[in-house]
């Protein structure tokens, strides 16, 4: 049923309900494919520093025959990399992939705990990291399997002059590497130089093949390698693509701003896609500096953008921001969190652009559903991608009713082949090739998905279901409050209550004002019963509030 009332709503739109999947035999195949095609557009900026695609292409060959011919790494070996939106990047990447290896992605802020888990649990046998956080990596490697360690500077890519300029500055002047030691560690650039050498030997890879190892934290336990393979990736681009293609975003010149860190399945699935239409991608290396970023942006006549919710109220904060040229702009898509409609109406205000809120994890490559430039509707996630199915199940697994809360299950070629080494722990989730995504969804009657939260943020007070997604929603919506976070704590009588974390730009607010605006928007059950002033509230790498620090505090 579900299935045919998203197919009815995607073809009323013009959006295709399958796509070929099978377009390319692995990913190496769509890398050669946007090179040809593209081979003198620029492909990414970071740092003043622009890769053309023909340059990606000799850059990342020259990685691929380093680590074939120079290394022990065979084909199916693990290779982390642990860097931020910088150009080498792309290269690594991709001259990884050439090589036949499987990429780790890994944060560059990881604790030297979380660096071993992750080195240990992936077997991974070469690394690749950047000298400015190379501290904690240092004193976490002699406990890892990890052999061969290639480590870049910021500016390795510049020409020499800009080079031995940049990464002095950075060294020496602005002191932003650290001291550490890393024995036998090889040089980026040497490593480059080395596979000149010789062109890399073609590896065959089929869709199947594992090609990344995404970490995720999943809904418990520690974290745990999500394996996406060719097919996965491959697959996820060729979906989203499609709905890039209903934003009118073409292969003619297009810019995608990127503050997002590639090495989070979010911004490193939005790459792969708008490489496939010869973009050209400017990285932002630190989004959190936004007067930095600002600066960068003013540089450029960007169409797209790529961001989160966080993200987007702090831009519309800035004042530098609100004076840049948006008439280019035709894409802003938001995904990693809950998108408030606050958020979306101030960008709209200050841009000219609606932002299209999507949905996906990281189990799911990522993209499950995204709001159509053609039938964009705020507060959904819009309509599951091309060759996707959902269905919405109840506590004893059956599917509910239309326009009722349930789990949100997905089955389709963007779902993982599983978790590395953890078949219990895969079982749980997929079932009768079904994933079971954590998240509490409801169907409108054309096919809108709305996530009403994840089941462990849910909060029960004396019986009823209170979703913070939602009470979040409004409360941000207060003209004094930047932003909110909700959370579960206990309560003798209604076994959980509502506390309401808050950063504010108005010293007067105070709790009374804000559970008043609360009254007036929502039912008694669903009122914080207790507000906590902050000056902010923790967030992930990426920009994710996390609700458990609060939780926990």
Known sequence: MLENLINAQREKLGLPNEVDVEVYGNITEAFEDAVSQFRDRPA?????????YGELDELSAQFASYLQNHTNLKSGDRIAIQL???IQYPVVFFGAIRAGLIVVNTNPLYSRRELEHQFNDSGAKALVILANVADKTAEALPATGIETVILTELADLHSPLKRLLINNVVKYVK?????????????????????RQQSPKPVEKCLDDVVVLQYTGGTTGVAKGAMLSHGNILANTLQSAAIFKDYGFTQDGEIMIQPLPLYHIYAFLVSMIVMSHGCHVVLIPNPRDLPGMVKELSKWQFTGFCGLNTLFVGLCNNAAFRQLDFSRLKMTISGGMALTRDAEARWH???????????????????VSVNPGSGNRVGTIGLPVASTQV??????????????????CVKGPQVMQGYWQCQEETEKVIKDGWLLTGDVAVMDADGYLKIVDRKKDMILVSGFNVYPNELEDVVSQHQDIVECAA????????????????????PQLNDKMVIDHCRERMAAYKVPRMVEFRDE????NVGKILRRELRDS
Do not use: Q, W
Request: proline share 7%; hydrophobic share 35%.
């Open 44 to 52: 990414y900026t970071s740092v003043g520093r622009t890769l053309t």
């Open 84 to 86: 931020p939106n910088i």
């Open 175 to 195: 002191k932003m590497v650290p001291k550490f030691s890393i024995p036998g560690a090889i040089p980026f650039n040497k490593a480059l130089a080395m596979g």
């Open 349 to 367: 205000e200050v841009t000219g652009s609606h932002i299209y809120e999507g949905y996906g994890l990281t189990e799911t490559s990522p993209v």
């Open 391 to 408: 269905k919405l199940l109840d506590s004893d697994g059956n599917e509910v009713p239309l326009g009722e809360a349930g789990e949100l």
């Open 487 to 506: 959370v579960g704590v206990a309560d003798e009588k209604t076994g959980e209550a509502v506390k309401l974390f808050v950063v504010s730009k108005n």
């Open 537 to 540: 509230l923790p967030k992930s």
